[in-house]
């Protein structure tokens, strides 16, 4: 009977975690995206310190950032309270157990049927029990809140085997870091003609997405994808590239292209996205990722993307700490420092997302003669230049801006996720009463939702 008492917490701490659990996660949850929140509007804020200015928002900024951090400081201190409270449970308990099992060996030690050196041996073996059974609702509670953050591992494997994320594999803690695998660029790899079919996806909390999406990309061109607010550029983008789940066909040079997240990288193809992401490392780092280049490529690569004057304004050079998620830099810096790290990589298709969403006019005006003139960056290759369009980007963009509408070979016009037209700007504004739209300037979205997909 003692011994089911001393046994007795353990059911009382499984029950306590099952009827929290929900709480467990939610409280973890919550206080992730509320620090993400703060974090990213620091970013964004380092990025619009001109607009912020111009508009004398600094109170509605700085304010905001006050409820920002209100908001993650509630959510924070919801998750510790609560795991505070279930260490003080789970103690409790335990310790309540423990006087239980004292009075009853007190009175079977009176009875005679216990003796004294029966109850010593019994508390020996107890001690370790209890505080088993401790560390036991300890590590549940801890394994709750730590499925957020595999869940959010498993986001970024993009549809791959959770078990990759345990597969064994060598820790280097100490000496030389190996050098990263390079992929040397070969005939296989050259670009002749990117065709997509049939592209669909819709996100399933609202059904929108991208329907039936067709066109080809012909090396040496530029695709531009626009649209307004909403209309799912980026989610075209990405289903291109293999991002989201899509349906549909992509072949490569007629060739079906099965595992598009493995097979659009370079060199084939590198990618710009709408909100880039830096690393907490040097500017260096950032733009080479490992790889090896020579000082001549990687200036070159800055050059395209016109980043050489506030290179020369950085007394570290390409030696600055870009800090957590770039945030020493401002949004223009942010996205200029990725397209270097695309053009530097020497892909054959170059996928840019807004590029120039953050860049005043003369800076955009240059980046986008920069791109378009025949690149002359340094790339790994073993193969002969394809001669047609010889050194020419072939390039998928997503813009709204008219300076590179007017140098698109071909103009993706998206309304509510379908193509409403396509082909030439002239013949575009002629045909097309969106593309007129477009082009006066009505990006505002006519669904009732904000913001791209």
Not at 29 to 48: D, L, M, N, P, Y
Not at 129 to 140: C, E, K, P, R, V
Not at 149 to 156: A, I, M, T
Not at 327 to 332: A, E, I, K, T, Y
Request: proline share 4%.
């Amino acid at each position: 009977l003692i011994t089911a008492v001393v046994f007795a917490p353990m059911l009382a701490i499984f029950f306590v975690i099952t009827a929290l659990r929900k709480k467990i996660l939610a409280y973890r949850s919550e206080a992730r995206k509320a620090h993400s929140r703060v974090v990213g509007f620091i970013a964004e804020t380092f990025g619009a310190v001109q607009a912020v200015k111009v508009a004398t928002a600094e109170e509605n900024v700085t304010g905001h950032f006050e409820q920002l951090n209100e908001e993650r400081r509630k959510a924070s201190l919801k998750d510790t309270l609560l795991s505070e409270m279930m260490f003080t449970i789970f103690k409790s308990t335990i310790n309540l157990g423990i006087g239980i099992v004292l009075l009853m060996a007190g009175s079977t030690i009176r009875q005679g049927s216990f003796t004294i050196g029966d109850f010593a041996l019994f508390i020996a073996y107890m001690w370790p029990l209890t505080d088993s059974m401790f560390a036991y609702g300890n590590m549940i509670a801890r394994h709750n809140q730590a499925q957020i953050s595999l869940e959010r591992l498993k986001y970024l494997l993009m549809g791959a085997s959770e078990h990759t994320l345990i597969t064994p594999g060598p820790i280097y803690m100490n000496g030389e870091l190996p050098d990263v695998p390079v992929k040397q660029k070969t005939a296989a790899h050259r670009l002749k003609c990117l065709k997509i079919e049939g592209l669909s996806y819709l996100y399933p909390e609202n059904g929108r997405g991208v329907r039936n999406v067709s066109f080809v990309v012909e090396k040496g061109t530029i695709t531009v994808v626009t649209g307004r607010i909403g209309s799912g550029k980026t989610t075209l983008l990405r289903s291109v590239l293999g991002l989201l789940p899509a349906v549909g066909t992509r072949r490569w040079n007629d060739e079906w292209v099965d595992d598009p997240v493995s097979f659009f990288v370079p060199p084939r193809a590198a990618y710009t996205p709408q909100v880039p992401r830096l690393f907490s490392e040097s500017l260096r780092d950032n733009i080479i990722l490992g790889q090896p280049h020579s000082h001549e490529g990687i200036h070159q690569a800055i050059r395209t993307a016109v980043f050489e004057q506030d290179l020369d304004q950085m007394e570290e050079g390409l030696n600055t700490l870009v800090g957590p998620r770039g945030v020493r830099l401002s949004g223009g810096q942010v996205q200029r420092t990725s397209a270097a790290r695309m053009f530097v990589s020497g892909a054959e298709l170059l996928v840019f997302d807004d590029l120039s969403s953050a860049l005043d006019v003369e800076t955009e005006k240059n980046l986008w003669e920069r791109v378009f003139e025949p690149r002359g960056l340094e790339a790994p290759t073993n193969g002969s230049q394809d001669p047609t369009r010889d050194g020419l980007p072939t390039c998928l963009v997503v813009s709204h801006r008219k300076s590179v509408l007017k140098r698109a070979d071909n103009i993706i016009v998206l309304k509510d996720g379908k193509v409403e037209a396509q082909g030439r700007l002239e013949d575009l504004l002629e045909t097309s009463e969106e593309m007129r739209r477009l082009w006066e300037g009505d990006l505002e979205d006519t669904s009732g939702d904000q913001g791209d997909i």
